[in-house]
């Protein structure tokens, strides 16, 4: 018998074109050392230049997966990305509950192609529902304003920290006036770090998935949350600069 191996419990849409979503998520996972269990919670119609729309997978399926799996599997963390609807986001906080380890949610509001994911009903869901109890959200700048209704990264921070998150991750690749890339990560309990990478010039789909999932392996390997984030921002860099194209859009993350 094989040695064990840590293990991430990954719940995400599915990208048809790999750049993004579950693809991206198992692919992160695996370079980073880890294994990863995944529960499909959205199937979306896109390609590499757009996001068209999506279609939810039927809740009760999502729950009698997970019912199963966890029932033979144990993870050491989740890591939750796109959620599709109000319902869905219930689900998850319902499988959450019976999972141990650290929860690591991107929290997906729009896609990378152009075009909004979410309602903002789902997005109050997951200001409700998600947050709360998260160890690590890990949103853009975009994501961050959308979700706390701050601008400053500080006054994000402290409004996720109101929500019920223990640490947040702020990047910084949509803020377009800073000459490198500016991740922030806040923690709770008054931490703050601060890391730049040089701005790349392309534009690339499934970066934000790229990192958390990163986080989300290194995290369950049992690294501090510093070490971990420095580590998955390293791979996510790595990843981007030798990105490649499968299309006419966005380019496809090297995820090696």
């Not at 790999?18 to 996972?29: M, R, V």
Request: aromatic share 6%; glycine share 14%.
């Amino acid at each position: 018998m094989g040695a064990s191996i840590p293990t991430v419990l990954v719940v995400g849409g599915h990208d048809p074109t790999g750049g993004a979503g579950i693809q991206a998520d198992i692919e992160s996972i695996v370079a980073c050392g880890a294994y990863p269990v995944t529960l499909i919670s959205t199937s979306t119609v896109q390609d590499t230049r757009c996001f068209s729309t999506s279609y939810g997978v039927d809740e009760a399926v999502v729950s009698d997966q997970a019912r199963v799996l966890l029932r033979d599997i144990t993870p050491g963390g989740v890591k939750v990305g796109m959620l599709g609807s109000v319902g869905m986001v219930a689900v998850v906080a319902g499988i959450l509950e019976k999972v141990e380890g650290p929860v690591i949610l991107d929290p997906v509001l729009g896609a990378g192609g152009g075009g909004g994911v979410v309602g903002e009903e789902v997005a109050e869901a997951i200001r409700a529902i998600l947050i709360p109890g998260t160890y690590l959200c890990t949103p853009n700048t975009v994501e961050a304003t959308r979700l706390t209704g701050r601008t400053s990264p500080q006054g994000q921070a402290d409004e996720f920290f109101r929500m019920g998150c223990e640490n947040v991750l702020i990047t910084g690749t949509h803020d377009s006036s800073t000459e490198n890339v500016i991740n922030r990560l806040f923690c709770r309990n008054g931490y703050l770090e601060e890391w730049q990478w040089p701005r790349l010039s392309g534009v690339y789909h499934g970066s934000g998935c790229t990192l958390a999932s990163a986080a989300a392996a290194k995290l369950v390997m049992g690294l501090p949350i510093s070490d971990a984030l420095k580590q998955a921002q390293a791979f996510t860099w790595t990843a981007l600069s030798n990105a490649y194209r499968v299309g006419g859009g966005q380019a496809i993350p090297a995820r090696r």
